[in-house]
C-alpha cells in the first residue's frame, strides 16, 4: 500500500500554484518550503492546500 499522498504547494504572497510534491499520510503538519515563484520573481513561502 502506498504510505504518501500528492498536495499542491500555493505561494503565500500570490496565492498561485506552483508545486505539487508527495507527503507521508501520517504526519499531522502541513509542509512550508521556501520555493522559487514565478510569478513573483523571487523566492516565497510555500504552503501545502487542501
Do not use: W
Not at 500554484?17 to 515563484?37: D, P
Request: proline letters at 2%.
Amino acid at each position: 500500500m502506498k504510505d504518501k499522498r500528492k498536495v499542491i504547494l500555493t505561494c503565500s504572497v500570490c496565492l498561485s500554484r506552483n508545486y505539487s510534491t508527495n507527503r507521508n499520510n501520517n504526519s499531522a503538519k502541513r509542509i512550508e518550503l521556501m520555493k522559487y515563484c514565478p510569478k513573483c520573481n523571487k523566492h516565497t513561502l510555500h504552503k501545502e492546500t487542501k
